[in-house]
């Protein structure tokens, strides 16, 4: 069975550009997540999607953060325009449904200069 | 919201010692999940607990569910060097939201 996929593995960007992630999910997975993780700490859920509706965007700093999930499989998650504190790395989960342990992507290393 | 207080944040041990960490939270959770990330890569699920008061084990790992539902602790036993990561536990309450909230990880180091 593949994992969760993500692209990119690595992105550097100036200030005040866009930058977008692209997340493939376990097929047949119902709920996908998106994480940040700051060095040093665990990972921050910034939106949770069940199939392709949204069930949790209130830590998603919405002025700036924006995800989509079409059709209920794969996700992309943009950031416009990109701070330097938004430097971290961009993890994609899923699971079968909430609640469920979660599988994750290897993550996107975003670095904002 | 709810936080998640892990300790110890980091552990330095020699090869073949036990070690113990643990999660705390201030609310209950329906689950506790354990996760090993290593350098550049996603976090792996090692164990997963749905009831209180259950301890069930992966190998040399062991992880029980607190009686409470505000706790949980990871064992692992004869410690190796490829043990070496950073361990993260994380709550999940099936609400509606159904949020998980991540501890900030234990940074175990084994010399051989």
């Known amino acids: 069975e593949a994992g969760v996929a993500q692209s990119p593995r690595y992105k550097i960007i100036e200030k005040r550009q866009s930058v977008a992630f692209w997340c493939n999910p376990i097929?047949?997975?119902?709920?996908l997540y998106w994480y940040q993780q700051i060095l040093g700490q665990g990972p921050k859920l910034l939106i949770q999607f069940q199939n392709n509706g949204v069930v949790d965007d209130s830590q998603l700093p919405k002025d700036r953060f924006s995800a989509e999930r079409l059709k209920g499989v794969d996700s992309t998650l943009k950031i416009q325009p990109a701070k330097l504190e938004d430097s971290a790395v961009y993890l994609c989960?899923?699971?079968?449904?909430?609640?469920?342990?979660?599988?994750f992507g290897p993550g996107t290393r975003l670095t904002v200069t | 919201g709810q936080q998640l207080n892990q300790s110890p944040q980091s552990m330095f041990i020699q090869e073949g010692e036990d070690v113990s960490m643990n999660c705390t939270s201030s609310s209950i959770f329906n689950t506790w999940l354990w996760y090993k990330q290593e350098p550049g890569e996603g976090p792996v699920l090692l164990i997963a607990l749905y009831k209180a008061g259950e301890l069930t084990s992966n190998g040399r790992l062991t992880a029980q569910f607190g009686i409470t539902r505000k706790d949980s602790f990871l064992n692992i036993s004869a410690s190796i060097p490829s043990d070496v990561g950073i361990y993260f536990c994380a709550g999940h309450l099936n609400t509606n939201a159904g949020k998980s909230t991540f501890g900030d990880g234990t940074t175990l180091t084994v010399k051989p």
């Open positions: 097929s047949g997975h119902a709920t």
């Open positions: 989960a899923s699971s079968l449904y909430q609640g469920r342990e979660q599988y």
